[in-house]
C-alpha cells in the first residue's frame, strides 16, 4: 500500500488560529494513526496578504502543540520539497507553459475593470459564481497584438465542456460537480505567482500527499482542482472536508470576535497546559467510539479512524477547553509543573505543598503563579473581627501550627459559632489569607507560616 501522507498547508496570513489548528491536527492524526508522514508547508503566493510572522507563528504554535511535523521548511526532505510555495515558481511555470503547449491554458489579458463588469452582469441574472466568458479564447490576433503590448495577463485554464467531476469525501461522501457550473479560473496571476488552486495541486502532487484533510471552505475548490489532475494525468489524492466550528451561540467563528480567544498564541502566553489543548481540540469535530474524554497523545493516534470525523458542526465551548486543561493540570506530576514556576527563596515541602494545593483548581499555571505572589505579601492590615474571627483565632494560638490543627480549628470554630459555608470560611479566609478566594483553607493558611498568620490574627 502507498505510504499515507497528509499535510496542513497555511498560508502565513496571519496567527495560528484554533480552526488551522484542528486541520493540522486531524491531518496529523490521520497520518500518525496509519504510520505516515505529516507535513507543513507554507502556501505563501498571495504576496499581498503575507503577515509578517505568519510562518513562524504556524509552526512554532503548532510545536507548541504538541503536533510535529516530519517535513517542513525547516526540516525539509530535498525529495519532496521546497516546503514554501513562492520558491517553486520555476516548477509551477514549467507546468503553466506545458499545460499553454498542450492547448489547455489559455492567457486572457481582460482588466481589472472589464472583469468587473462581466461579473456585474452575471450578477444581474443571478449567476454569483463567476463563470468567465472565454473572451480571449475567441479574440483576433490583431486585439490580442494590441494588449499584448502592456504585457498584462494572466493564464485561464480552459475548462472541459459539460464533464463531472466527483470524489468521495472522507467526511461528506460522494460530492459531483459539472464544469458547466464552474468558468475558466486563473492559475496564474497577472503578477506572475500561481493561483492557490493551481500551486496547491502541483505542491499535493509533488510531496506525494495521499490524503488532503482541510476545511469545508475549500469544498468549492476541489471541482477545480480535480480538473488540473484529470489534465495534467496525475493521480488524485483523497479528500476530505471538516465542518466548521462555531461559537456557543452556533454562529461560524469570526476571527473578529475578539470576546473568544481564538489563536493558540493567546493560550500559550496564559499558559495554558498545550496537551489539554491537543485533546479538546481532537474532540471539536471527532469522537472516541468509547466516548472517551481525557485521552494521552498516544491514546488519540491509536484510535483516530476517520469514519468518526463528525458531519455537524462543532462548538466551540471555552468552559470545556478550561475544564481540560484543568484536569490535565491537577492529574500533572508536581515535579513537572515546578519546572514551568518560579517559586524563589522555599523549601521543598514547602513547594510541594503549594503545588498540590493550587493544581486542585488551576487552569493555567500562570494561575499558580499568580497565586504565589500572595506569599511573598508580608503586610499586616487591620481588619474587623466577628465571632467567627475571635473563636479561630484564640483556637489557633491554643495549638501547635500545623496543618492538622488549623484543619481541627476550622472545624471547632463550625461548631462553636453554628456557621458554616460561606459565613465560616469567607471570614477565616479574608483575616488570615487577605483573599476572598483561593483553594482548600486550611493549606492556604499553613503555607503562610506561623509567623506572619499569628501576626494577621493579632
Ligand atoms: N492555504 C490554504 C489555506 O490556508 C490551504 C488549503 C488547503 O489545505 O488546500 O486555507
Redesign the pocket.
Known sequence: MKRIRT?????P?GKLHIG?AR?ALFSYLYAKHNNGDFIVRI?DTDINRNFKGGEKSQINNLKWLGIIPDESPEKPNPKYGPYRQSEKLKRYNEIINFMIKKGFAYKAYDLPEELEKQKKEQQKKGIYSFRYNKKWLKISDKEKNKRKQNNQYSIRILLPKNKNYSWNDMIRGKITVNTNDIGDFVIKKQNGYPT?NFA?VVD?YDMQISH?I??E??IT?TPKQLVLYDLLNWKTPKFGHTTIITNIEGKKLSKRDISLKQFIEDYKKEEYNPHAIFNFLTLLGWTHPKAKEIMSHKEIIESFCSDRLSKSTSKFDIKKMNWFSKEYIKNQNDKEIENKLDLKNKSNDWKKLFINTYKQNAITYKQIQEAFKIYNDLTIKKNKKNEVTKTFSKLINEKKFTLENIQNAINKTKEITGKSGKDLFMPIRMITTYQKHGPELAKAIYLFGEELILKRLK
Open positions: 499535510r496542513y498547508a497555511p498560508s496570513t488551522g486541520t502556501e492557490y496547491v499535493d488532503v482541510r476545511g471552505e475549500h475548490n
